[in-house]
């Protein structure tokens, strides 16, 4: 990928965890990164274009971090994803999943589908890793591992959005309610 390139998705990803997709426009990036309207329709001759492109990156760091995580016990793993989290709690983003589903029926049909891939993939291993961390008696839930995972995600979605609002502290109360409840008997 160009310089250029990587600069606009970088700003795009930041915008749409700040704004919300539908609450940019190409102007948004162009200013900023000092470039013309064109540079960026260049790379991306759509919006949907660019939100394809990062979706697929946020998904590609995911399963980076996921792999990383492989080795680790369970309740390790949840750990790093809470922090995922707690940094992007710190940066006053929210996630990329929590940004894009408020615009999922505006979205061209490409991103939904990206969209849908990101949020399964998501509560696939999350899904995995709970059951595993049962298995182990590592971790500790009543119900189906994608029920729970369902409530995480949920739960952290929400962490963030009330963190805007609220101030970190309900992000910090919100995530150490959800490791103590799952890895505390």
């Given at each position: 990928m160009s310089e250029t390139k990587d600069k606009i998705v970088a700003l795009a990803d ?172």
């Amino acid at each position: 990928m160009s310089e250029t390139k990587d600069k606009i998705v970088a700003l795009a990803d930041r915008l749409v965890r700040t704004k919300g997709f539908n609450a940019f426009s190409y102007k948004d990036i162009s200013g900023p990164l000092e470039i013309k309207n064109a540079a960026v329709h260049y790379h991306f001759p759509a919006k949907a274009d660019l939100g394809v492109e990062i979706v697929d990156q946020d998904v590609a760091k995911f399963i980076a971090q996921t792999n990383r995580w492989k080795s680790l016990p369970e309740e390790e793993q949840l750990v790093k994803l809470i922090d995922v989290f707690r940094r992007h709690s710190k940066e006053g983003n929210i996630c990329l999943m929590g940004s894009l589903a408020p615009d999922f029926e505006t979205l061209e049909p490409a991103m939904q589908a990206k969209v849908q891939e990101m949020a399964n993939g998501i509560l696939a291993w999350l899904s995995h890793c709970l059951e595993e961390g049962r298995k182990k008696k590592r971790i500790h839930f009543k119900g189906a591992a994608k029920t729970r995972a369902l409530i995480i995600i949920s739960n952290l979605q929400a962490s963030l959005l009330l963190s805007r609002v609220m101030g970190p502290s309900a992000f910090r109360h919100i995530a150490e309610q959800l490791l103590d409840d799952l890895c505390h008997k």
